[in-house]
């Protein structure tokens, strides 16, 4: 009985404590109603509040420059709830714009500049030109085409078996792009690159390319007492819209190249890209804020000790075919470059680089071969991007310095 009693007891507290549940809110509507306080935003709100300036960046993947340079980025930007960089490794650049597109949380990502020239003529993305833009350029990546010492030429590949990166990677269509343009037929192999090393190394392949900035760690497995050693890669008249030229010696790679060698490439650019948005979106504000501080902190990003790369880092050079976000664009406009020539360097008479006689850095006169060759890179450089010309000259004798040391 004792226990009944007590359960009984029990129970009638439970709903008078109901009750007063119930009745209390009744009460309170019919006094005067009460002050409400809008708590503090705590939990999953405080985190969303803190991620409405949380951009993530695609990279080109883990054997590229680009995923230390994201790094570099996180580390110097990264202010809080202001500003927070997420490195996200990518695949290849194709996938990075599909990415860029339509994945959530993409909002940066590095691509190859003639990605855009590639969907274009694939026609995989109606109105490409529209939907994706460009921050800056970023910095070249060299083509590398490392094969056995008994090829001495691109052409001498014909028909043999040349590693052009995973199927569907930057690598590999950039790879089919400058072999056709040389009309040189080969055998493409799809693999990741250390796979092509070895495969290079016993002979079971004849080539590999690498599209990447040097130095690349790819090939720090294998030297030219391997019997192998990089080929040139012409500079074709073909080749300027897409590409630049580039130079490989010993201080970028001192165990495959010898100390008076030169090899002569292709560059293709890096270039920072965005999806389009209209300003006043969140989109469009999450990619100003950024735009605000990595321009104003390029500077600090160029010491070391991080990447080398950074060095080549110039927003106001164009890009040939790209549009640019328009807060890049409006930055760059209310931060004129100081007016700078690279050392040694003397332009032309006449209204600009290029203009009259083009002379050479320390005023010697150019050869007619070179004053053509710089002649057709501004022309073809300007033709799409309307650039600046005198940042298209200075990068063009950058090139030729390297080259030229002496």
């Known amino acids: 009985m004792g226990f009944r009693r007590a359960l009984l007891i029990f129970s009638g507290l439970l709903c008078l404590t109901s009750g007063a549940a119930v009745v209390a809110p009744a009460a309170a509507q019919q006094g005067a109603p009460a002050t409400r306080t809008e708590p503090a935003p705590s939990g999953a709100n405080a985190y969303a509040a803190a991620s409405r300036f949380t951009l993530g960046f695609l990279t080109s993947g883990v054997e590229g420059t680009s995923l230390q340079m994201a790094s570099d980025l996180a580390r110097g930007l990264n202010d809080g709830p202001n500003l927070r960089i997420i490195p996200m490794v990518g695949e290849n650049s194709i996938q990075n714009v ?14 190859q500049s003639d990605v855009l020239s590639q969907l274009r003529r694939g026609k995989r993305l109606p109105g490409i030109e529209e939907r994706l833009q460009y921050v800056t350029k970023l910095h070249s990546e060299e083509f ?23 199927e569907g990677s930057g690598t590999a269509f950039t790879a089919d792009a400058v072999f056709g343009i040389h009309q040189v037929k080969v055998q493409p192999q799809y693999m990741d690159q250390a796979t092509a090393i070895e495969k290079l190394k016993s002979g079971e392949i004849d080539a590999t390319v690498l599209v990447s900035g040097k130095p690349s760690a790819a090939f720090d497995k294998i030297t030219h007492e391997d019997r192998v050693h990089f080929l040139d890669v012409e500079f074709s008249e073909t080749l300027q819209k897409d590409y630049l030229p580039a130079i490989m010696t010993k201080d970028d790679y001192p165990r495959l190249i010898a100390p008076n060698e030169t090899v002569g490439t292709v560059a293709v650019s890096t270039v920072l890209a965005v999806a389009s948005a209209k300003a006043g979106t969140e989109q469009h504000r999450k990619v100003t804020r950024f735009v605000e501080s990595f321009f104003s902190s390029l500077d600090k990003l160029r010491q070391a000790p991080r990447h080398v790369k950074w060095q080549e880092v110039n927003p106001w050079l164009p890009l040939s075919g790209w549009a640019r976000f328009s807060s890049a664009q409006g930055w760059l406009q209310d931060h004129p470059q100081p007016a700078a020539q690279p050392a040694g360097a003397v332009p032309g008479p006449g209204s600009g680089p290029g203009a009259g ?36 000259f200075n990068e063009f004798v950058r090139w030729y310095q390297q080259k030229n040391p002496n």
């Open 357 to 392: 006689d083009t002379l050479l850095p320390g005023g010697g006169a150019a050869p007619d071969e070179t004053r053509a060759l710089v002649q057709r890179f501004l022309q073809n450089q300007e033709a799409s991007s309307g650039g600046n010309r005198e940042e298209l």
């Open 144 to 166: 590398h085409v490392l094969a056995r010492m008994k090829y001495l030429c691109l052409a001498d590949l014909t028909g043999r078996k040349v590693n052009f990166g995973l």
């Open 98 to 111: 599909m990415d860029l597109l339509f994945l959530k949380g993409a909002d940066l990502a590095v691509v």
